[in-house]
């Protein structure tokens, strides 16, 4: 698989037109960010990186549309599971080769002679959900240029995906030349994170152009500043989480509905469930006008978000599930959360 990866990356012509895909969270806008600046070393530079917005972990057809109005030759995609859904892939197939390069559990093989999937499961045995594609496409780009230097855009991916435990020595190396470096790491990946929760695409693309532009991660830090206030609705939904939810002890589950200013489910959920529930599940529901976007998580591993997620979003129109074995998300119709919570419970009464 490296073969077919180095393959693809050194059959890349100056006359191609190079696009880069991501997903929203800040291990998507890290690997993005590491595979434009490696490739930027190799004389090439991409004409079109973006994200697709919130939700979509497959290729969509306004997506496909812009590709092809652009004419885009060559396709990068990175922390997507676009082989869950591979009849967009064969469409773009048409008018462009694509390469995949992801962490999430396989669901299609989508390798053809116009396209190559790297999978982290591929290359390595360790756990598909701590092999984070901040740190896959690192690892990837170090076997044909040295980018060392961007080791710590792919250690603020790693946080983000909660890999610390997996690539502590990793992080601590990257720490290593400043102690405090590993703190400011942690910043970065938050006001990274912050910034989708506040400005949605927009925010990740400023995202993107902030650990873009930086030289160390306190350049981060200070051009991300201003999304520092999002941190205070978090605290107000965590400290309040026994009033806004409710939690089954006899199965372990804590399920709580939400209506925030900023998109702060994942947050909320990824610190209720490594603090307040540790070891047990935490699913955050949270509610727009329309629809209802769902964060699933249970650090402990006994129990498969991705399944769970994928089983309980089943049957819903408009709705989508999957993840990680201790992370998932998905979204479903806002009329349809009622019906959701129930299958959820059910889940746990089996």
């Given at each position: ?118 999978k982290s499961q591929n290359i390595s045995e360790i756990d598909p959900s701590q092999y984070c594609a901040s740190k896959l496409i690192y690892d990837l780009f170090l076997q044909i240029k040295d980018i060392s230097s961007f080791n710590w855009i792919s250690a603020i991916g790693i946080i983000g995906d909660f890999g610390i435990k997996t690539w502590k020595s990793f992080l601590d190396s990257v720490a290593q030349s400043n102690p405090e470096k590993l703190k400011i790491l942690f910043e970065a990946e938050e006001l990274v994170t912050y910034a989708h929760m506040c400005d949605g695409e927009k925010g990740i693309e400023k995202a993107y ?142």
């Open positions: 698989m490296i073969k077919k990866f180095l393959e693809f990356i050194q059959n890349i012509k100056k006359e191609d037109r190079l696009a880069i895909i991501y997903h929203t969270d800040a291990d998507g806008v890290c690997s993005s960010v590491i595979a434009a600046k490696s490739l930027e070393l190799m004389s090439i530079k991409p004409v079109f990186v973006f994200t697709q917005g919130a939700g979509n972990i497959t290729i969509t057809e306004k997506t496909i549309k812009q590709l092809a109005k652009k004419n885009i030759t060559k396709i990068i995609i990175l922390d997507l599971a676009v082989d869950s859904d591979p009849k967009p892939i064969k469409k773009i197939e048409e008018f462009a080769e694509i390469l995949v390069v992801d962490h999430h559990i396989i669901s299609n093989d989508l390798n053809s002679k116009r396209t190559t999937m790297i152009q902030a650990l873009y532009s930086a030289k160390t991660p306190s350049d981060v830090v200070e051009n991300l500043k201003e999304y520092g206030a999002v941190r205070t609705e978090i605290e107000q939904f965590v400290e309040n989480s026994e009033k806004i939810g409710e939690f089954r002890e006899g199965v372990g589950l804590f399920y709580c509905e939400i209506a925030p200013k900023y998109n702060i489910k994942s947050k909320v959920s990824n610190i209720l469930s490594t603090k307040k529930y540790a070891g047990k599940t935490v699913i955050v529901v949270q509610l727009d006008k329309k629809k209802a976007t769902i964060s699933a998580r249970n650090q402990s591993g006994k129990i498969s978000m991705d399944s769970l997620m994928r089983e309980c979003t089943q049957g819903f129109k408009e709705a989508n599930g999957g993840g990680h074995v201790p992370a998932a998300g998905g979204a479903i119709r806002r009329e349809d959360v009622g019906a959701f919570k129930n299958k959820i419970i059910d889940f746990f009464s089996k």
